[in-house]
């Protein structure tokens, strides 16, 4: 028998609008009680060595079954 977790991490795919990352939550049970953005950077090499700069954000849901 398996058992479905109390709570689960959704992450915002690429393409995906918020709205569809919280309807697939709820189709599979779960409700968002927290949303977790994490900065995305990416090395630069230039002349003056490596830089780091934005490259966007990675969003995670976590949800609790409902």
Do not use: H, W
Request: aromatic share 8%; proline share 6%.
């Amino acid at each position: 028998m398996t058992s479905t977790p109390n709570r689960k991490k959704f992450e915002l795919l690429e393409n995906e609008t918020i709205n569809d990352c919280l309807d697939r939550m709820k189709e599979e049970g779960y409700f968002p009680v927290r949303r977790m953005e994490e900065p995305i950077f990416k090395e630069i090499k230039s002349a003056n060595g490596i830089e780091i700069v934005p490259a966007g954000r990675q969003i995670v849901f976590e949800g609790r079954l409902s």
